[in-house]
Nanobody, 127 residues
Framework: QVQLTESGGGSVQAGGSLTLSCAVSGYLYNRRCMAWFRQDPGKDREGVAS???????TYANSVKGRFTISLEDDKNTLHLQMHSLMPEDTAVYYC?????????????????????WGQGTQVTVSS
């Protein structure tokens, strides 16, 4: 079983920055691929960024150049640094884990493979 606990959400003005963190535990094979998703009320949950334990990273086009995903060396903490935030980034952000290979650990398309979700943390960006 994999457990995921997000932290770091909050409210910020447009142009500001936030860093989300996700504490991860459980069998390492089941969390080879880690990712951040977000969901606004009334919309589908969308992938934001993914990282495989071998180091490969992908981003949604909407956040490229503004967000950075990283995994600490011990593989137990996942981060999402968010800069130049915009009101359309407002959503509940979820940490996710799955055992898929590097080839499948890509945004978009990863959601169907996710086996473990965190409880979510709210990010609100005001204009």
């Amino acid at each position: 079983q994999v457990q995921l606990t997000e932290s770091g959400g909050g409210s910020v003005q447009a142009g500001g920055s936030l860093t989300l963190s996700c504490a991860v535990s459980g069998y390492l094979y089941n969390r080879r691929c880690m990712a951040w998703f977000r969901q606004d009320p009334g919309k589908d949950r969308e992938g934001v960024a993914s990282i495989h334990t071998d180091g490969s990273i992908t981003y949604a086009n909407s956040v490229k150049g503004r967000f950075t995903i990283s995994l600490e060396d011990d593989k137990n903490t996942l981060h999402l640094q968010m800069h130049s935030l915009m009101p359309e980034d407002t959503a509940v952000y979820y940490c996710a884990a799955t055992s898929v290979s590097r080839a499948a650990c890509v945004i978009p398309g990863l959601r169907s493979y996710v086996g473990h979700w965190g409880q979510g943390t709210q990010v609100t960006v005001s204009s």
